[in-house]
């Protein structure tokens, strides 16, 4: 049964850093596109940010470009979201999810998903 | 980039059928077959409904459909069923190698 479980979420001052983390079992790690998606509570989805299946190639959203980082380790199973320069506006439910076929050569669609973890950015 | 553009909600009796469209342009939708719908209830994770524009994942009833024509994907649910009710959002593959997702639709199963 593929899982996905992230971690890592919680309060932070606007201007702090936090690293999400996204434990992967289930199937064969490195094989898939992971990304990041988030949710602003009562709100609508917003691509945050995917990395391929040896993290050399990364793609970001206009609003995190530049102050949030995406990696994998695929000898742990998991896809990590490094969030720099935090702001009130990054509030939100993280998910990370996997693409829906295995050697997907980009992030078009994700059949597995998380449960979601809430990063709150407040002083 | 700007979001997709749905309805915010639709509505629809038990056994009628809905459809939900979602409008992008030349560089997302009508640029690319991957356009995807997600379902989400309440509390949950979304789920794939659609991919590739009219492909289901396995099982996912054959009462959702998918099309485009042009920058505007739509999905019809046939046949409504209660536990239908949900957001449903889109999204679509982006000339500059993003991933954009439409406002979202609620809906509302009378």
């Known amino acids: 049964e593929v899982q996905l479980v992230e971690s890592g979420g919680r309060v932070i001052r606007p201007g702090g850093s936090l690293r999400l983390s996204c434990a992967a079992s289930?199937?064969?790690?490195?094989?898939?596109?992971m990304t990041w998606v988030r949710q602003v509570p009562g709100k609508g989805l917003e691509w945050v940010s995917a990395?391929?299946?040896?993290?050399?190639?990364?793609g970001y959203g206009d609003s995190v470009k530049g102050r949030f980082t995406i990696s994998r380790d695929n000898a742990k199973n998991s896809v990590y979201l490094q969030m720099d320069s935090l702001r009130a506006e990054d509030t939100a439910f993280y998910y990370c999810?996997?693409?829906?076929?295995?050697?997907?050569?980009?992030?078009?669609?994700?059949?597995?998903w998380g449960q979601g973890i809430l990063v709150t950015v407040s002083s | 980039q700007s979001a997709l553009t749905q309805p915010a909600s639709v509505s629809g009796s038990p056994g009628q059928s809905i459809t939900i469209s979602c409008t992008g342009t030349?560089?997302?939708?009508?640029?690319?077959?991957?356009v995807s719908w997600y379902q989400q209830h309440p509390g949950k994770a979304p789920k794939l409904m659609i991919y590739?524009?009219?492909n289901r994942p396995s099982g996912v009833s054959d009462r959702f459909s998918g099309s485009k024509s042009g920058s505007t994907a739509s999905l019809t649910i046939s046949g409504l069923q209660a536990e239908d009710e949900a957001d449903y959002y889109c999204?679509?593959?982006?000339?500059?190698?993003?991933?954009?997702f439409g406002g979202g639709t609620r809906l509302t199963v009378l």
């Open positions: 999810a996997r693409s829906r076929r295995a050697h997907s050569s980009g992030w078009y669609n994700f059949d597995h």
């Open positions: 030349d560089n997302d939708i009508g640029g690319y077959i991957y």
């Open positions: 590739d524009i009219f």
């Open positions: 289930g199937f064969t790690f490195d094989n898939y596109v």
């Open positions: 999204s679509a593959y982006t000339s500059v190698d993003t991933l954009i």
């Open positions: 990395i391929n299946w040896n993290g050399g190639v990364t």
